[in-house]
């Protein structure tokens, strides 16, 4: 695998988990802390560092 797919594959790795981390919140499983958002909002910023990064190569 090349560096631009690998990137792809963790820019889709980032973004699952933080849709995981999103979803236990909205369930209710954990209460909303600061580290559980920070770390949300964190692989979001990820997965779109790297979808970007993916590209422009």
Same mark, same amino acid.
């Given at each position: $695998?090349?560096?631009?797919?690998? $990137?792809k594959?963790?820019?889709?790795?980032?973004?699952? $988990?933080?849709?995981?981390?999103?979803?236990?919140m909205?369930?209710?499983?954990?209460a909303?802390?600061?580290?559980?958002? +920070?770390?949300?909002?964190?692989?979001?910023?990820?997965?779109? +560092?790297? +979808?970007?990064?993916?590209?422009?190569?």
């Open positions: $695998m090349d560096a631009q797919g690998y $990137m594959w963790l820019s889709i790795l980032c973004l699952v $988990m933080a849709l995981f981390g999103t979803a236990v909205l369930v209710g499983y954990k909303p802390t600061i580290g559980l958002v +920070a770390t949300v909002a964190a692989l979001v910023i990820a997965a779109a +560092a790297l +979808a970007w990064k993916a590209r422009v190569r």
